[in-house]
């Protein structure tokens, strides 16, 4: 029987995420799982248009940290309640393209709010819905940068240094969870990345 997951999967811009979970769709529709996939800003109607905001470049428009955050956890909340936790009641597998530990490494630890501050901020959005397993897709910045197609958008037009501290601020994480966080080789070819993805996944839902 299928049994409840809650798969996330994490990582700086370009990294691969959205082919990956492609590949591990395909993966889990042959074997015949219920499964949804979702993504982080959005997910819901009112999650999308959080997304504009956050994402498109507004001339004039400022946004300091706190009040980004706030914007990434009121789409996460309204992910949770409308999408996230049905799907896992109706023992639905949940592959979510990007969720808490984003903000806690762009928004914690690149802009400077703090891990732990970020942490203990969203637990009271997130309630017991934590991941069963998160794939940490790493690179290089300037490779994942470099492997965006579209313009830039407003976080992906940051500074490097932004994009290195997002990377670093995901490797302490990975640190600070070892249980649920694995770190996958995303710099190796997109059949590497699926290899070694699918191996945890295969041994979380056997
Ligand atoms: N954010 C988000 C926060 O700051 N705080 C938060 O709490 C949350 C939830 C979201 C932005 O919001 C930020 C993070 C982001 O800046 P987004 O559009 O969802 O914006 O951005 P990304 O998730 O980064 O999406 P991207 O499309 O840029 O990256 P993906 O999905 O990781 O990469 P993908 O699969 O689209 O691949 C990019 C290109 O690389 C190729 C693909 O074919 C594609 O052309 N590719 C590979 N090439 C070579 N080798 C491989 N292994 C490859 N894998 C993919």
Known sequence: MNKR????????????KTSLIESIQKYLLDKDLKFIST???????????????????????????????????????QHIKEVIKPALDENKIVLSDRYNDSSVAYQGHARGLGIDAVIKFSSYIIED?????????DID????????QTKYDRIE?????????IREGFHILAEKFPQRIKIIDAQKSK????????????KLIS
Do not use: W
Not at 8 to 16: D, N, R, S, Y
């Open 39 to 77: 993504r982080e800003p959005g997910g819901t109607s009112f999650g999308e248009h959080i997304r504009n905001l956050l994402l498109q470049e507004k001339k004039g428009m400022k946004m300091s940290s706190k009040a980004e955050l706030c914007l990434f956890l009121a789409s996460r909340a």
């Open 157 to 165: 037009s940051e500074t490097i240094e932004f994009h290195q501290k």
């Open 141 to 148: 910045p300037k490779i994942g940068l470099s492997r965006v």
């Open 129 to 137: 819905a934590i991941p069963d397993l998160t794939l940490y897709l």
């Open 191 to 202: 059949k590497d990345v699926f290899d070694s993805s699918i191996n945890y996944i295969a």
């Open 5 to 16: 997951y809650f798969i996330t999967f994490e990582g700086g811009e370009g990294a691969g």
